[in-house]
């Protein structure tokens, strides 16, 4: 199938075609249709599947079709018709950038809107109104409280990457926004996972006398399986390490096996910084990003990233998915993260459409249940490799792909129930013999 296909107008198909694009992901077959039909809809898949074109293309089709059929006047003031919330800046500004490159050939305004620099500009650009406002919801809240927004000319609401939306604590946030906006909208929510709490913000949310009010009044569910959405031109491996030594064997894999590129994610901020320095005295320039470094810089130092200038970024999850480097060849799980889906969020920053990738993940023996949890949700063993010059110390075992925490096994619960069985027995033994020993002693 190819875009075309799809009901898409020659402005954005000439867009599409120049960026390489040749064929429809699977959420892009699904989602783009039903968004042009109006319908509200759910979507999960993973990330770097193609989700934020397939969002983009067809709200861009119907502001076109908008304009140039049914005779829709420009912008006004302070307003918005297309509102996208992201959790991170960087997705805030990548998804923009999505916007202007499809849209090039139509004369529509985006903007990406989002804390962490200076407002007052940010204002001054509200005031000519903009088509498509990609926004955090923190700054977004703090500019309604200013009243340099209104949302009454609001048409479609999208929430993106809402499962780390909610994880990063947005949901206040995203239900004082909603709660501003007019009834009649569509809404699209895409996830790289699907949770309750995903679903239960997809189906009705609690506000100021809007108690029990339905978010999708007409609900489209698409859900592409994790398998679908596996890129298999992704080469996975990892290496069992011991934690003293990974530094050096991260700067023994840069040098002996001429890395062009590597994005590299770690779990702590302050062991961002000390991995930069520990490879930089091994002759590596690196550089990193986390959310104590202002706005600026990391947009400096993604920019220097993305030109090729850096050649090895150190990130924690906060970058995870606000970083979309098309050619992007390699990704290291320096720290194994604790969620398979994260650890799917990862590495999905490589090997995007349809391009080779690696992904190389370091796991320790402390990393074992993590490991097991990850290959489940995945469906298969990641294989391993030996580094020479690297022997651990600490076997980590082979992973059990149908690994379930000792709790949740029918043997304990075998166990806690014979252990209710016995219990009165037991307890009256022993209150026997507490009251024994606390008897009083006669002389």
Known sequence: MSFAKLGLSTPILNAVAELGYTQPTSIQKQAIPAILLDRNLLAASQTGTGKTASFVLPLLEKLYRNRRYAGQTK???????????????????????????????????????????????????????????????????????????????????????ADRMLDMGFIDDIYNIIDRLPDDRQNLLFSATLNDHVRNLSTTFSGVGMENKEFYDDLLEINISPKETSASSIDQWLITVDKDTKSALLSHLIKEQEWDQALIFIEKKHGAAKLVSQLEKRGIKADCIHGDRSQSMREKVLASF?????????????????IDIGD???????????????????????????????????????????????????GHIVKRKEIEGFPVRKT??????????????????????????????????ANAKTEKKRAPRHK
């Open 328 to 378: 992007l060849t390699r990704v290291v799980n320096y720290d194994l993260p604790f969620k398979p889906e994260e650890y799917i969020h990862r590495i999905g920053r490589t090997g995007r459409a349809g391009a080779a990738g690696e992904a190389i993940s370091f796991v320790a023996m402390g990393d074992f249940k993590n490991l097991c949890a990850i290959e489940s949700r995945l």
């Open 75 to 161: 912008i006004r003031g302070k307003r918005v018709r297309i509102l996208v919330l992201t959790p991170t800046r960087e997705l805030a500004t990548q998804v923009e950038e999505s916007i202007a490159e499809y849209g090039k050939e139509l004369d529509f305004t985006s903007m990406a809107l989002y804390g962490g620099v200076d407002e007052a500009p940010q204002k001054e650009r509200l005031i000519e109104g903009v088509d498509f406002l990609v926004a955090t919801p923190g700054r977004l809240v703090d500019m309604v409280h200013q009243r340099a927004l209104h949302f009454d000319e609001v048409e479609t609401l999208v929430l993106d990457e």
């Open 396 to 429: 980590v075992p082979v992973s059990i792909l149908n690994y379930v925490r000792k709790a949740n096994r029918p043997d304990a619960e075998n166990k806690q129930a014979q252990n209710k069985d016995t219990q009165p027995k037991s307890n009256k033994t």
């Open 306 to 322: 993305k030109s090729g200038e850096l050649k090895y970024l150190v990130a924690t999850g906060v970058a995870a998915r606000g």
